[in-house]
């Protein structure tokens, strides 16, 4: 992973983040992801008009990471509508990297060496120790339908991350192919939220539309940038560098949601630097 991949990553890290916490700030979950992902079906229908459509290898992959990221914003929907943000984001994003790893080495063939090894666990056992020092520190009994959300939610990310690192390989355009995925992935929850909230969503919609499809915009930039990454370093790294989000997350729940970021986070930020730089170790 060169430094010019890395940061990009660390970019999406920032920019994914940015949205989970403007996504988190609405009460009505489903108001949120509607306006979140009916903003990044906007924005994918405009940069489809200015990319090439991805070869025909890569659709079998649009498709099937479409209904993984689906089920992902479902998941983490429940998640946040259960549980606090501070706990189920790290939870959600730090049960991936290692899930990722050996997606990777079973259906893409990538198998990191050493340096990256070392890389991805340093990494990861910062994010779970930071998942389960918010369990911990709650001062409440585990809620465990929102810790399942939450796991069910990582299991999704790890899915799509391998997907589509595949799907954006045999695209020959990332551009097209994140213009695409996010249209067909865009749709859906706004369609069930037209049909269950029906006349009353234009009301409920109009509140927070500027901050929703903001946040679409973010998210659309967070994950464009992580396929471009994927077309140019191995996935299981940049799915640990990517999870630096949590960081990010931490520290917004910080500031803006009241919650403590304490020792524990601050030893978990440390793993994170340690772990990023054994993946550039391998550059």
Not at 9 to 32: E, F, P, R, S, Y
Not at 119 to 142: D, E, F, K, M, Y
């Amino acid at each position: 992973m060169t430094p010019l991949v890395a940061t990009a990553v660390l970019l999406a890290a920032v920019t994914h983040a940015g949205w989970n916490a403007v996504a988190h700030h609405m009460k009505d979950q489903l108001v949120a992801f509607t306006l979140v992902s009916g903003g990044g079906a906007v924005c994918g229908a405009v940069m489809a008009c200015f990319a090439p459509l991805p070869d025909r290898d890569a659709w079998p992959y649009l498709l099937l990471s479409a209904v993984l990221h689906v089920a992902y914003m479902t998941l983490l929907m429940r998640s946040f509508r259960l549980g606090d943000f501070g706990q189920m984001y790290p939870i959600a994003r730090g049960t991936a990297p290692l899930v990722v790893t050996v997606l990777a080495a079973v259906f893409v063939g990538e198998v990191p060496d050493g340096w990256a090894s070392a890389g991805v666990v340093v990494a990861s056992a910062g994010l779970v120790g930071l998942a389960l020092w918010g369990i911990r520190g709650s001062g409440n009994r585990p809620h465990w339908p929102a810790i399942l959300a939450a796991l069910g939610t990582g299991l999704a990310i790890a899915g799509y991350t391998v997907v589509d690192g595949m799907g954006v390989r045999a695209s020959g355009t990332p551009v097209g192919y994140i213009a695409w995925l996010m249209i067909l992935e865009g749709v859906a929850i706004p369609a069930v939220a037209l049909a269950t909230r029906r006349g009353a969503l234009p009301a409920q919609l109009r509140p927070y539309a500027v901050r929703g499809l903001c946040g679409g915009v973010l998210s659309v930039a967070a994950y464009g940038l992580v396929l471009w990454a994927q077309t140019r370093a191995a996935l299981a790294p940049i799915a640990a560098l990517r999870e630096s989000s949590i960081i990010v997350g931490a520290a917004i729940g910080t500031v803006f949601f009241k919650e403590r970021f304490g020792t524990p986070r601050i030893a978990a930020a440390a793993l994170m630097v340690v772990g990023i730089g054994l993946m550039l170790h391998t550059s």
